[in-house]
Structures are given as C-alpha cells and as structure tokens.
C-alpha cells in the first residue's frame, strides 16, 4: 500500500512560505484559478445531474482498494530513529449491491455498498520496527471496520409524493462499529510529542 510520511518540520516551512508570499500578484492569481475551477465544477456537476437523470443509464462500480498508510515519526532525520505513530486506513471497498426487497428501496435507483476493514492506529517504538516488520507494533486502536449502504435517484418524478419535476433522493445506512482503545502512559507521550 501507499505510504504516507507526514512532517511537522515540512508543514511549518510550507505553512512559512505561504505566509510570506502574500502579494497582490499572488492572491490575484490564485483568485482567478479558483474562479476557473470553480466553474469547471459546475459545469462537470451540471453534465452528471443530466447523464444520471437519465432513466436508462446503469452505474456499475465495483472498487477494491488497499488504503494508504499514514507515518507520523516524532522527528525526520535520515540518521535518526525515533518513535513513530502509524495509521493503517485498512482496505476501502465501493460497490453496486443487489436490489433487496424493502419497500423504501423502491423509491431509489440505484443501491451501493461501501465498506472500510481493518482500520487501525498503532505506535512504534522504533521506526526501523516499522519498516522492517520485526514489530507488530502497539495497537492504540484495535481494528475497526465501517459498512454503509448507499441508494440514490436523479432526477424524474418523485413518487412519494407525486409531484412532477427533477428532485434528487440518496439514502444512507451505516453499521458503526464498537472502537477499543489501548492506551498506555508511553503511547499518550508518544502522542503527545507528535
């Protein structure tokens, strides 16, 4: 999976950077880019209202993705261990389900099932270990995972209450789960320091 390291020493200098270079010429830039990407997503979000309110049309999505990584370390030194706190985003998985016989489902049109697994934070010691693999780690947050279901229709007639004209419906279901922590005075340094 992808790995993410995340620095506090590279966020202070981007954030420094950016403070300093507040010119006139730079806000104006950046204000005119965000005009032109702003109306690039309407017209992108106009054009997929139109396409999804089309009765006809099929969405299939069947995604499988092993989610990134997250490393905090407590310092970016090449020649430096340190204590490190990784966050595991687990496996993310979107797909289309099957119509299930439910009255409210009925109204909708399409019906997706999104799940995240094996979600977790654990904390280094060392970040050689991590990197190694020769330490499982201290698992701050035992794995968790997250299961929604999703229906959605654009556009058409609503049926619920008759009324002619587009009207866009999404219904969203979740099983949360119980989290379980384990905290012990070495991690809450840890993170502390971080």
């Known amino acids: 999976p ?76 090449r020649d430096e261990d340190c204590p490190a706190l990784v966050i595991d985003l687990g496996r993310l998985t979107f797909m289309n389900s099957e119509k299930k016989e439910d009255a409210t489902i009925d ?7 999104l799940s995240i697994a094996d979600v977790q934070v654990l904390s280094f010691s060392s970040l050689k270990d991590n990197r190694s693999g020769l330490s499982l780690g201290h698992p701050l947050v035992e794995p968790f995972c997250l299961d929604f279901s999703i229906r959605s229709a654009f556009g058409g007639n609503d049926e619920t209450t008759g009324v002619e004209g587009h009207h866009t419906r999404v219904g969203i279901s979740a099983t949360l789960p119980r989290l379980a922590f384990n905290f012990t005075s070495s991690a809450v340094r840890l993170v502390s320091r971080l």
């Open 107 to 113: 109204f909708y049109d399409d019906s997706w099932e």
């Open 2 to 77: 992808l790995e993410v390291i995340y620095s506090t020493n590279v966020a202070e200098a981007l954030s420094y950077f950016f403070e300093t270079a507040k010119t006139p010429e730079f806000v104006q830039d950046y204000q005119r880019m965000a005009a032109v990407v702003s109306n690039w997503q309407m017209r992108q979000r106009q054009r997929l209202m139109q396409v999804l309110a089309r009765k006809e049309r099929k969405i299939v999505a069947h995604i499988d993705v092993s989610a990134p990584v997250l490393i905090v370390p407590q310092h970016l030194r």
